[in-house]
């Protein structure tokens, strides 16, 4: 069995470097600046990401046209599947400002409209490509906290808390946006990563090959692709949902820090300088501009439109930029001023609004569909419906999670944990800031995998190290495997208000657990 990273027992990486170590003859002197390698079953971790990901692509994928409403989309579908279909029609942008609410960047929408194309204007167009990039996220998540954890076996763990995620399975199976940013924030955050552990390799060749300090400020390590690819990434969670733009900071300030960590630990003389004489520019190219200009490319179909919404808002020049920019321009200022005057009319609220505290836990969940005249539950009445609700065997823990997350990264300088915490506030903290705004539960989508990341963290040290003696690990595997059990079961108990099965009215008041999911 693979061992973790960070034992309980032991320091993290970024610790251990700074403590002076004598070298064995022989020894790699880089081998304190790469930490632990990744595991050597390199096509047993493919297999297992594989195979959770076909299991999750079937979850996700069976009865998927279910429900609609009259065969019409259900909640907020309504929204942005008929826009995808103005968009199938149009050839990629919208004309008709449905409800006055086309309010959000094209991509997602477009993406929903390859499923339209593929089935038609019913449940499965309206849900496939969410269900794709759903599935992928299991084959993701297994693969970023295999690199996390240096484990296999946590990897998977990792493919089947994502699976039983409650929020993840709907939003999977619903014709919105959210799932869309979820992905690729959650690719995003495993391109830094592997540009974490890139940039460090590259450091390594330069400590053997003895030129590190030929500079005081380190030496320039080239083009890097998996950054770039990182700032791709976010610039497409940007044309999906304007949130985007948080993990576009988080993840540019953290890899500014771990390019300074990375140089001090390398032995350079001035590596916070160095960082910022070596790496700031060409990360805020990366991470800044190359997000921008993908941004500004997701809006092609737009641009090259006659009739877009807004298309011609501006007619006139706009000092270097042709009318077209400054259309888009204040077009976007026009949306954010929706978004910023959408609050909740005094005496009026909406009947599943929730506020971010409340988040973390899922304390108000919101009902999709709703349908008390099926049948097929054995008896005379039965009910029918979607409720988007965060499994609570992992939902329940986010505050020790957090907490946790916070000590080790504080207290032991754990850059995993690090990178786990800060991906998470990102999508939360930011809500704070107008809290007078109509607010939803799925606002907490794309947070989701960054709560299972910061679970998979701690059981990594439940389970402990290949170094543990075998009654230790015994009894770390066995707290594991219950733990991962009861995930499982949570999800089954779940299953008919996930996916809208016909149940009795009896099984649907013993599915609401707490009088806030009433």
């Keep these: 069995m693979t061992a973790l990273v960070t034992g309980s027992d032991r320091r993290s990486d970024d610790q251990a470097e700074e403590a002076p170590r004598a070298q064995a003859p022989g020894a790699d002197p880089a081998a304190h600046l790469l930490g632990r390698p990744m595991p050597a079953d390199r096509l047993r971790g493919w297999l297992?990401?594989?195979?959770?990901?076909?299991?999750?692509?079937?979850?996700?994928?069976?009865?998927?046209?279910?429900?609609?409403?009259?065969?019409?989309?259900?909640?907020?579908?309504?929204?942005?599947?008929?826009?995808?279909?103005?968009?199938?029609?149009?050839?990629?942008?919208?004309?008709?400002?449905?409800?006055?609410?086309?309010?959000?960047?094209?991509?997602?929408?477009?993406?929903?409209?390859?499923?339209?194309?593929?089935?038609?204007?019913?449940?499965?167009?309206?849900?496939?490509?969410?269900?794709?990039?759903?599935?992928?996220?299991?084959?993701?998540?297994?693969?970023?906290?295999?690199?996390?954890?240096?484990?296999?076996?946590?990897?998977?763990?990792?493919?089947?808390?994502?699976?039983?995620?409650?929020?993840?399975?709907?939003?999977?199976?619903?014709?919105?946006?959210?799932?869309?940013?979820?992905?690729?924030?959650?690719?995003?955050?495993?391109?830094?990563?592997?540009?974490?552990?890139?940039?460090?390799?590259?450091?390594?060749?330069?400590?053997?090959?003895?030129?590190?300090?030929?500079?005081?400020?380190?030496?320039?390590?080239?083009?890097?692709?998996?950054?770039?690819?990182?700032?791709?990434?976010?610039?497409?969670?940007?044309?999906?949902?304007?949130?985007?733009?948080?993990?576009?900071?988080?993840?540019?300030?953290?890899?500014?820090?771990?390019?300074?960590?990375?140089?001090?630990?390398?032995?350079?003389?001035?590596?916070w300088v160095g960082a910022i004489r070596r790496d700031l520019l060409p990360g805020l190219w990366a991470l800044l501009l190359v997000p921008v200009l993908v941004y500004l490319g997701t809006w092609w179909a737009w641009f090259g439109s006659e009739t877009g919404v807004d298309r011609h808002l501006v007619t006139t020049w706009w000092g270097p930029f042709g009318p077209a920019l400054r259309s888009l321009f204040d077009y976007s200022a026009n949306v954010l001023n929706f978004h910023e005057s959408l609050v909740t009319k005094p005496n009026e609220p909406h009947p599943w609004e929730s506020k971010p505290w409340t988040w973390p836990m899922g304390l108000r969940p919101m009902l999709f569909y709703w349908d008390s005249a099926t049948t097929g539950c054995g008896e005379s009445q039965c009910v029918s419906a979607t409720m988007l609700i965060g499994t609570p065997a992992m939902w329940w823990l986010a505050f020790p999670m957090l907490a946790w997350g916070l000590w080790r990264m504080v207290g032991r300088l754990d850059w995993r944990y690090t990178a786990v915490v800060v991906a998470y506030h990102a999508g939360l903290l930011p809500w704070f800031l107008n809290l007078d705004r109509q607010m939803y539960f799925f606002y907490m989508t794309p947070v989701s995998a960054f709560l299972i990341l910061g679970l998979v963290l701690p059981l990594g040290q439940i389970l402990g190290t290949a170094k543990d003696g075998y009654e230790r690990r015994g009894t770390g595997l066995l707290v594991v495997a219950i733990y991962v059990g009861l995930v499982v079961a949570n999800f089954v108990w779940l299953w008919p208000i996930l996916n809208g099965d016909s149940i009795t009215n009896a099984r649907w008041q013993a599915e609401l657990w707490l009088p806030s999911w009433r």
Aim: net charge positive.
């Design 48 to 271: 297992v990401a594989g195979v959770l990901a076909v299991i999750g692509g079937i979850v996700r994928l069976q009865n998927l046209g279910f429900p609609t409403h009259n065969g019409t989309p259900v909640f907020d579908e309504k929204h942005y599947t008929p826009q995808a279909w103005q968009m199938l029609r149009n050839g990629g942008y919208e004309d008709n400002p449905g409800y006055e609410l086309t309010v959000h960047p094209p991509l997602a929408k477009q993406l929903i409209s390859i499923g339209e194309w593929l089935f038609g204007y019913n449940g499965w167009g309206w849900r496939f490509t969410a269900a794709i990039l759903g599935t992928l996220m299991v084959l993701m998540i297994v693969r970023i906290a295999r690199r996390l954890t240096r484990s296999t076996l946590l990897g998977a763990v990792a493919g089947i808390l994502l699976i039983c995620d409650g929020v993840l399975h709907l939003m999977s199976r619903s014709g919105m946006l959210d799932i869309f940013i979820a992905f690729f924030v959650l690719a995003a955050f495993g391109c830094v990563l592997l540009d974490r552990d890139q940039m460090r390799q590259r450091l390594a060749v330069t400590i053997r090959e003895g030129w590190v300090n030929d500079s005081i400020y380190g030496p320039r390590l080239g083009f890097r692709w998996w950054r770039f690819a990182a700032g791709v990434s976010l610039g497409l969670a940007c044309a999906s949902k304007w949130g985007g733009l948080y993990w576009v900071a988080a993840f540019g300030l953290m890899t500014v820090i771990w390019d300074a960590t990375a140089r001090r630990s390398a032995g350079v003389a001035h590596p």
